[in-house]
């Protein structure tokens, strides 16, 4: 470097603009990139991954969409032979099978009453999950105790009020399935935390009985539990007493989760220290009050998972209950396929995936809220 | 003669086989703050949650504000709605605010109004200086904070006595002080304080009379002075040695 001469030569009047970073460092490549393709193995992944969508996703969008066929009175419309071209889903058959779908074989003309009860259950629902709410204390009292009530009088029909009886045996469909898991989420829940209080009271009695039944309806299969409630029950009853067709697996249904729900509920009981009990007694609180303000909204919150999958796999497991003769959504499809007007190679294919459509989209949406629950919970913690 | 806040007389506990308390005669009078020393497992922790039957005793009797514990839910609630407790972990309630941790006592157990619950809360958390953190989670607080919110929280019973199982010990040192500095108004101020602790400065400027204890028996009574500068017992001038280097 020379020292002579004028140092403000070296210097540059004007700013050089921003250059845009190297393209390996920044940009959407780099981005991808680094995602996609950090490494040879997660690489070869990526490929793998996508090779299998390029097959499967345009193979599914034409089945689902392209050649589907969407109008037609027969099964006719859905075959190939006929058409003249390739036949993906027969949604038409499903369209001219929803009513029967929904309702089963609930006469036509008192069908508002499973839609008003559709209506007042999903009002109930979206009370409760949304959490901002108001007065979402008065949601859970409608939701747990007043739905029941009123649909039980709406489905069942009560002359006294104009609503003219329909018999059990001619629910069917979606109806039944909603009814059956219904009444099995909302009495396995507070059941459940009953029973894991139980198991861990002080009191030698309630606990043996809290285990002995969590133990007796675990170690039994649904299907056993769902075949003694229907074909044994009636045995040990009086001869004149009968209890309905429907309440029978239901009671089976709700009692075989609870024992799940409890085991589920005890995980977070036992995750909670001794330490914040003894906390609450010391300040007074008596047993009742600790458990209820201190300790199970603590162990609620940390098994807010396990509850979901305890969920889901109740409200999967109410197929079951076709085994017993109740026309659940999948044994009205099954009916429904079986229709001689509308046999065509389509119509099995159409009426599973719509079957699993449907359990997929309300078992996703169920995981999904509670993923965002557990997610406010985290926050919570973390705030 | 006043009768005493509380009043240990031959009082024996035992965990299965262990006998943890033997023979424990101890009077607390009102106003009075004893400090209770001694060795891990020597049954400090014992001997004060036996106060609020936390620790049910097998033997002896214990009276609290002149109401005996013999073991009934009834004598339990009454003792534990006049006797405060702060414990070495905190425990405050993760899922509720600073504010909710104090109203809670006296919602359910006094059953004061919301309002005066509110009220008696936020008198107690600006007694311990931290009335602005009203709104937060325990979590969101240092440990210091947390112990103190701890003493507000049984302060809201405005109980007669306040128990302390080593209330500093699980807090980082610089954390100490302010604790301590909360616990000396307190002391001070007239409330009846038992505390377990190894914290020996705050016993030998607050403490009316230490207590030191060893496999399950109090060894020696002593006020501070004279139980720090001329212990008489060997185990006593063991441990001191051992823990005052």
């Given at each position: 470097?020379?020292?002579?001469?004028?140092?403000?030569?070296?210097?540059?009047?004007?700013?050089?603009?921003?250059?845009?970073?190297?393209?390996?460092?920044?940009?959407?490549?780099?981005?991808?990139?680094?995602?996609?393709?950090?490494?040879?193995?997660?690489?070869?992944?990526?490929?793998?991954?996508?090779?299998?969508?390029?097959?499967?996703?345009?193979?599914?969008?034409?089945?689902?969409?392209?050649?589907?066929?969407?109008?037609?009175?027969?099964?006719?419309?859905?075959?190939?032979?006929?058409?003249?071209?390739?036949?993906?889903?027969?949604?038409?058959?499903?369209?001219?099978?929803?009513?029967?779908?929904?309702?089963?074989?609930?006469?036509?003309?008192?069908?508002?009453?499973?839609?008003?009860?559709?209506?007042?259950?999903?009002?109930?629902?979206?009370?409760?999950?949304?959490?901002?709410?108001?007065?979402?204390?008065?949601?859970?009292?409608?939701?747990?105790?007043?739905?029941?009530?009123?649909?039980?009088?709406?489905?069942?029909?009560?002359?006294?009020?104009?609503?003219?009886?329909?018999?059990?045996?001619?629910?069917?469909?979606?109806?039944?399935?909603?009814?059956?898991?219904?009444?099995?989420?909302?009495?396995?829940?507070?059941?459940?935390?009953?029973?894991?209080?139980?198991?861990?009271?002080?009191?030698?009695?309630?606990?043996?009985?809290?285990?002995?039944?969590?133990?007796?309806?675990?170690?039994?299969?649904?299907?056993?539990?769902?075949?003694?409630?229907?074909?044994?029950?009636?045995?040990?009853?009086?001869?004149?007493?009968?209890?309905?067709?429907?309440?029978?697996?239901?009671?089976?249904?709700?009692?075989?989760?609870?024992?799940?729900?409890?085991?589920?509920?005890?995980?977070?009981?036992?995750?909670?220290?001794?330490?914040?009990?003894?906390?609450?007694?010391?300040?007074?609180?008596?047993?009742?009050?600790?458990?209820?303000?201190?300790?199970?909204?603590?162990?609620?919150?940390?098994?807010?998972?396990?509850?979901?999958?305890?969920?889901?796999?109740?409200?999967?497991?109410?197929?079951?209950?076709?085994?017993?003769?109740?026309?659940?959504?999948?044994?009205?499809?099954?009916?429904?396929?079986?229709?001689?007007?509308?046999?065509?190679?389509?119509?099995?294919?159409?009426?599973?995936?719509?079957?699993?459509?449907?359990?997929?989209?309300?078992?996703?949406?169920?995981?999904?809220?509670?993923?965002?629950?557990?997610?406010?919970?985290?926050?919570?913690?973390?705030? | 003669?006043?009768?005493?806040?509380?009043?240990?007389?031959?009082?024996?506990?035992?965990?299965?086989?262990?006998?943890?308390?033997?023979?424990?005669?101890?009077?607390?009078?009102?106003?009075?703050?004893?400090?209770?020393?001694?060795?891990?497992?020597?049954?400090?922790?014992?001997?004060?949650?036996?106060?609020?039957?936390?620790?049910?005793?097998?033997?002896?009797?214990?009276?609290?504000?002149?109401?005996?514990?013999?073991?009934?839910?009834?004598?339990?609630?009454?003792?534990?709605?006049?006797?405060?407790?702060?414990?070495?972990?905190?425990?405050?309630?993760?899922?509720?605010?600073?504010?909710?941790?104090?109203?809670?006592?006296?919602?359910?157990?006094?059953?004061?109004?919301?309002?005066?619950?509110?009220?008696?809360?936020?008198?107690?958390?600006?007694?311990?200086?931290?009335?602005?953190?009203?709104?937060?989670?325990?979590?969101?607080?240092?440990?210091?904070?947390?112990?103190?919110?701890?003493?507000?929280?049984?302060?809201?019973?405005?109980?007669?006595?306040?128990?302390?199982?080593?209330?500093?010990?699980?807090?980082?040192?610089?954390?100490?002080?302010?604790?301590?500095?909360?616990?000396?108004?307190?002391?001070?101020?007239?409330?009846?304080?038992?505390?377990?602790?190894?914290?020996?400065?705050?016993?030998?400027?607050?403490?009316?009379?230490?207590v030191f204890m060893d496999e399950g028996q109090i060894v020696e009574i002593a006020p501070p002075d004279a139980f720090f500068d001329q212990p008489q017992h060997p185990r006593t001038q063991a441990f001191l040695s051992r823990i005052l280097g």
């Open positions: 470097m020379s020292s002579d001469g004028n140092p403000e030569r070296f210097v540059r009047a004007a700013m050089i603009p921003p250059a845009p970073p190297p393209r390996r460092l920044g940009g959407p490549l780099a981005r991808i990139r680094a995602t996609l393709f950090p490494d040879l193995a997660n690489g070869l992944v990526t490929l793998a991954i996508l090779a299998a969508l390029v097959w499967l996703v345009p193979a599914a969008f034409r089945f689902l969409v392209v050649d589907a066929i969407w109008t037609g009175a027969s099964g006719e419309a859905c075959r190939p032979e006929v058409t003249g071209r390739p036949v993906g889903a027969c949604w038409a058959f499903i369209g001219d099978k929803i009513n029967y779908l929904a309702y089963g074989s609930y006469p036509a003309a008192e069908r508002w009453r499973p839609n008003l009860f559709f209506g007042l259950l999903a009002f109930g629902a979206a009370w409760m999950l949304w959490l901002g709410a108001p007065k979402r204390a008065w949601g859970a009292v409608y939701l747990f105790v007043a739905v029941p009530v009123l649909a039980y009088l709406l489905l069942a029909g009560l002359p006294a009020l104009g609503l003219a009886s329909v018999a059990t045996a001619l629910w069917g469909g979606l109806l039944v399935t909603v009814v059956v898991s219904g009444v099995g989420i909302v009495a396995a829940l507070p059941l459940g935390i009953l029973l894991a209080l139980g198991r861990r009271s002080d009191w030698p009695v309630i606990r043996i009985l809290s285990i002995g039944f969590i133990e007796f309806w675990r170690g039994v299969p649904l299907i056993t539990v769902l075949f003694m409630a229907n074909v044994m029950l009636p045995l040990f009853l009086p001869g004149d007493l009968t209890v309905d067709r429907l309440v029978r697996p239901l009671v089976g249904i709700a009692l075989f989760a609870s024992a799940y729900m409890a085991e589920v509920v005890r995980g977070g009981l036992q995750a909670i220290p001794v330490g914040q009990r003894q906390a609450a007694l010391a300040l007074g609180l008596t047993p009742f009050q600790a458990t209820r303000a201190v300790v199970l909204p603590q162990a609620l919150k940390i098994v807010v998972p396990g509850i979901v999958n305890t969920l889901i796999g109740l409200f999967k497991d109410t197929t079951l209950v076709a085994i017993v003769g109740l026309a659940d959504f999948v044994r009205v499809l099954e009916a429904a396929r079986a229709d001689p007007r509308w046999s065509a190679p389509a119509v099995p294919v159409t009426a599973y995936v719509f079957a699993a459509l449907f359990y997929f989209a309300v078992c996703f949406g169920m995981a999904r809220y509670a993923g965002f629950i557990e997610r406010r919970l985290a926050a919570g913690d973390a705030r | 003669m006043i009768p005493p806040a509380v009043e240990f007389v031959d009082v024996h506990a035992w965990f299965g086989p262990t006998h943890v308390l033997r023979a424990i005669d101890l009077a607390v009078a009102p106003g009075e703050t004893v400090v209770i020393c001694g060795p891990s497992g020597s049954g400090k922790s014992t001997l004060i949650r036996a106060v609020n039957g936390l620790v049910a005793h097998g033997a002896g009797t214990i009276r609290v504000a002149g109401l005996v514990l013999d073991g009934s839910a009834k004598a339990t609630d009454a003792v534990r709605a006049r006797v405060g407790m702060v414990f070495q972990s905190f425990d405050l309630f993760p899922h509720l605010t600073v504010l909710e941790n104090c109203t809670l006592a006296p919602l359910h157990a006094r059953r004061l109004g919301l309002k005066a619950a509110r009220d008696l809360a936020l008198g107690h958390l600006d007694r311990v200086g931290l009335a602005d953190r009203a709104g937060r989670l325990p979590a969101e607080l240092s440990g210091g904070q947390q112990q103190r919110v701890a003493i507000a929280r049984a302060l809201c019973l405005e109980p007669e006595v306040m128990l302390l199982d080593e209330p500093t010990s699980a807090l980082d040192p610089e954390m100490v002080g302010e604790v301590l500095a909360v616990l000396t108004d307190l002391a001070r101020g007239g409330t009846t304080l038992l505390c377990v602790t190894h914290e020996m400065g705050f016993a030998r400027a607050v403490a009316d009379r230490v």
